[in-house]
């Protein structure tokens, strides 16, 4: 396993840098562009007063809201202090001995069941870093979960509905859970067409992670929510954690949240544009750009392993991708941010990339001729990588 390195920490980096938080640029953790709605502002404000009791250890008008708007019962909802402690209760709940991980992957899934002592199974994703189409056949016996992340952390490609369908088929039929992260999905424009949500009840072994986080821009608020159609499931993870880990100010935020569908409609109109814009920015420049779908960009610059460094001298932070099981040091992750931000970004990733010569025309078409560590081949055609899976061909 891997170190634990999360994106997002402008305190620390702050604090290396010698700034303020406030001059740092983060490219590194992935929120909404639009910032905290003032709905949610207003109603964590008016919250302050209610904040003299303990919070509903139930989450009782927060599950209900959530059930309006996913479709399901207020007894298929766990609320939990952000998806970090969900996954860790999860772990410690359901306690899965042997977990199946496709990778690369977000690392806390890892970081959260090993620490309840389970044992990961990696399945490396194929060269164009999609789930291989026999991925069904490591779904054994002797595997109690197994963890998908759709759209994928952190490449942002998504995962056809139907290879997710055929994997939460084959798992209750070996007796084994599926963990379905759609906390990004929201985000996407496509996401009707790929939530499993509409099967909860038809695969009571399936659980969806979701967090109101990445949409409503609220990471230090700490929010998420788990769905599952087995209430004795439900049960377990609530009974893992402490009886109030969602706060008062936070449940009145969910609330409001969800009573407002027009903010969300505008964060996934502003990432599609700005995500569109920053694609044809970035296919300009000397790197592997892969199609993702999500808020946030996945690339690759071959044997430069600096890139976050060179960025920070200019107030920007980006995330390196090196601690994620089967990527090396030179595969980033970006955010979509604003338009004026992100404008001085890719101003400012151009320059960086120009600080040496690393770049030439003769290291780019003599790089990519074999497997570099990273689960998929890739050789250099014009400016970007020759693969399916990669934007710009």
Not at 21 to 31: G, P
Not at 137 to 155: F, H, K, Q
Request: net charge negative; charged share 25%.
């Amino acid at each position: 396993m891997k170190n634990s390195t999360h994106g997002g920490n402008i305190y620390k980096k702050a604090k290396e840098l010698g700034l303020r938080e406030d001059q740092i640029l983060d490219y590194s953790a992935n929120i909404s562009p639009l910032g905290i709605p003032a709905h949610i502002k207003k109603a964590m404000v008016d919250a302050i007063e209610g904040s003299v009791n303990y919070p509903d250890p139930d989450c009782t008008a927060l599950r209900e809201a959530i059930g309006r708007q996913d479709g399901v019962e207020p007894g298929a909802v766990a609320c939990g202090n952000g998806g970090a402690d969900l996954l860790y209760r999860l772990a410690f709940g359901l306690k899965p001995e042997k977990v199946l991980l496709p990778v690369p992957a977000f690392v806390e899934y890892e970081e959260a069941m090993t620490a309840a002592g389970a044992q990961m199974v990696y399945e490396p994703l194929d060269e164009e870093m999609c789930l291989r189409p026999d991925v069904t056949e490591r779904i054994t016996g002797d595997i109690d979960l197994v963890i998908l992340c759709n759209p994928n952390n952190p490449t942002g490609l998504l995962t056809d509905r139907r290879q997710v369908l055929d994997i939460l088929q084959k798992a209750q039929e070996m007796h084994c859970r599926v963990l379905v992260d759609e906390c990004f999905l929201e985000i996407c424009e496509e996401e009707a067409d790929y939530t499993v949500k509409p099967y909860l009840k038809d695969y009571p072994n399936l659980m969806i992670l979701k967090s109101f986080t990445k949409l409503y821009a609220i990471p230090g608020v700490r929010l998420g929510y788990l769905l599952c159609g087995d209430p004795a499931v439900i049960a377990r993870i609530n009974r893992a954690g402490q009886a109030w880990s969602v706060s008062h100010i936070a449940q009145c935020a969910g609330v409001a949240a969800l009573e407002h569908p027009e903010y969300r409609a505008a964060v996934v109109r502003t990432v599609k544009e700005e995500r569109d814009f920053m694609k044809k920015e970035l296919r300009q420049l000397p790197l592997c750009l892969f199609d993702g779908r999500a808020n946030y960009l996945f690339f690759r610059t071959p044997g430069v392993t600096d890139l976050d460094r060179r960025l920070e001298a200019r107030g920007i932070m980006i995330r390196n991708c090196g601690n994620y099981e089967n990527l090396s040091g030179d595969y980033w992750r970006i955010a979509v941010r604003d338009h004026k931000e992100n404008v001085r970004l890719l101003g400012e990733l151009r320059r960086a990339l120009e600080e040496d010569n690393t770049f030439t025309r003769e290291g780019r078409d003599g790089y990519g001729k074999g497997n570099h560590g990273a689960g998929y081949h890739v050789e250099f055609g014009k400016d970007i990588c020759d693969s399916g899976a990669v934007s710009g061909l």
